[in-house]
């Protein structure tokens, strides 16, 4: 069993920088590939980025690429999501998922943190 916490979420101003946390709680931390993603209202939810067990980035999310940065602390069994440049088009609750290693689906969710970036 693995419990999602996000933090870092907030309202900022276009061209603002964030960085989103998520604390994960149980063993084997470092055998999950970790995934954020994110739903704005009357929007499905959006693949943004994610890394893997082995520690492969992978930006799911073309608009993010170059402005978004995905990584993970082993140690603190904590992966975050550097986002800068925000755009109000990236408003949107950013949820934070886990699956064992190259598993197909994600079976662990966090109750999401929102983000709302202002023009």
Do not use: H
């Not at 929007?43 to 978004?68: C, H, L, M, Q």
Request: aromatic fraction near 12%; include cysteine; proline fraction near 2%.
């Amino acid at each position: 069993q693995v419990q999602l916490v996000e933090s870092g979420g907030g309202l900022v101003q276009a061209g603002d920088s964030l960085r989103l946390s998520c604390a994960a709680s149980g063993r084997s931390f470092s055998s999950y590939t970790m995934g954020w993603f994110r739903q704005a209202p009357g929007k499905e939810r959006e693949s943004v980025a994610t890394v893997s067990w082995t520690g492969t980035n992978i930006y799911n999310a073309d608009s993010v690429k170059g402005r978004f940065t995905i990584s993970r602390d082993n140690a603190k069994n904590t992966v975050y999501l550097q986002m800068n440049s925000l755009k109000p088009a990236d408003t949107a609750r950013y949820y934070c998922a886990a699956r064992f290693r190259g598993a197909a689906r994600y079976d662990y969710w966090g109750q999401g943190t929102q983000v709302t970036v202002s023009s």
